[in-house]
């Protein structure tokens, strides 16, 4: 049975965590929306066009922030805590610091696991929701690159002409197995080109020996010939680097792709091995505040923690972005450059309860 302390600690931990998490969501959606303003500030839309965009990412924004969240959140637990003399009155009852921030991580990986299963996938529904809606007032809605079964497959439209294109793998800045069908505006088919590998290095992609041929032509065979398009190696890469829109079922069925096409697996990696640690990110975020707010007197101010927190929040997060970066680049093995960062944390968080537990 749940004691009465325990059934308190862990319902002021959780209405704590919904308040700091409501200002973080009205500060995201008061940051977004001038960003959504400005975009379309020169494209005739709803006035309610830009807050349904702003209420759509605004979740992804919030999960990306809930490890500050949970740190923050801990530290005002703590002020109250200590400012109502309640930490003195759990002593009295034996109840250790030690107990005390057991509970309290119980708590944070309950709600994590909760965050990472529903609240994630909302979010990323959501996200992809926001990116089609977007993606109709962009000058990107006129080419497309997508991942199937079947390879790479690319729309681009460029001087008045529409390409279709697919090539089977991918190495590098160089696509195999190609064939690009290409059409006037009416859909009226106008080339085809098959080729063995094509250098996307620039947008002037390279075809090294190619198959061409027209309607009512014959087959001729073409080296290093120049085919003008929007895309070239690096813009592929920026296209694919949005996961957030993309729930487990889809990034599964996304690496599956990756995979067949021979493309990169290492940011899909990544991003599968953040979603796998979230939950302990999140709950080491928790004892990490807890061990920090049980080491420091009691008579400093409050802003003196709201600071503390502000500038650790930061720099553990420069830390993971370090680290990541370190992983897309494969500096780091991928499964280090997440769980590396945590393991430091925790260690810091070990020494800080060994002096907890002494007092």
Not at 148 to 176: P, Q, S
Not at 282 to 288: A, D, E, H, S, W
Not at 331 to 356: Q, T
Request: aromatic share 14%; net charge positive.
């Amino acid at each position: 049975m749940i004691k009465v302390y325990q059934s308190y600690l862990v319902r002021s931990h959780w209405r704590t965590l919904f308040y700091v998490s409501l200002i973080f969501f009205s500060l995201a959606i008061i940051l977004n929306i001038f960003e959504e303003v400005s975009f379309f500030k020169e494209i005739e839309v709803s006035t309610l066009y830009p807050i349904v965009l702003t209420l759509l990412t605004a979740p992804t924004i919030v999960y990306e922030t809930f490890p500050f969240i949970f740190f923050i959140s801990t530290q005002f637990l703590f002020v109250r805590l200590m400012d109502k003399e309640e930490l003195d009155i759990f002593k009295k009852i034996s109840l250790s610091n030690i107990k005390l921030i057991f509970i309290l991580s119980i708590s944070s990986f309950i709600i994590s696991l909760i965050l990472i299963t529903i609240f994630y996938n909302l979010s990323s529904n959501l996200r992809f929701i926001y990116l089609e809606m977007k993606n109709k007032y962009s000058g990107d809605n006129k080419y497309l690159a997508i991942v199937t079964e079947n390879g790479l497959w690319i729309k681009d439209e460029i001087d008045d002409y529409i390409n279709i294109i697919n090539a089977e793998k991918i190495d590098g800045k160089i696509l195999k197995q190609v064939t690009i069908n290409q059409f006037s505006k009416d859909y009226t088919n106008v080339k085809n080109i098959v080729a063995d590998e094509i250098n996307i290095e620039k947008k002037e992609w390279l075809i090294v020996k190619g198959s061409f041929s027209r309607i009512n032509q014959g087959l001729k065979t073409r080296e290093n010939v120049i085919f003008k398009s929007n895309f070239d190696a690096e813009q592929i890469n920026k296209l694919f680097s949005d996961l957030s829109s993309l729930n487990m079922v889809e990034l599964n069925k996304l690496k599956k792709g990756y995979a067949n096409l021979g493309y990169s697996l290492t940011n899909i990696n990544i991003h599968i091995q953040k979603l796998i640690s979230y939950p302990i990110y999140l709950t080491v975020m928790t004892i990490f505040a807890s061990v920090i707010m049980l080491n420091i007197k009691r008579n400093k101010s409050k802003l003196f923690h709201i600071v503390l927190g502000v500038l650790l929040s930061v720099t553990i997060y420069y830390i993971n972005y370090f680290s990541t970066l370190l992983g897309q680049n494969e500096k780091l093995p991928e499964v280090m450059s997440i769980w590396l960062p945590l393991i430091i944390i925790s260690l810091f968080c070990a020494i800080g309860l060994v002096r907890i537990n002494e007092k």
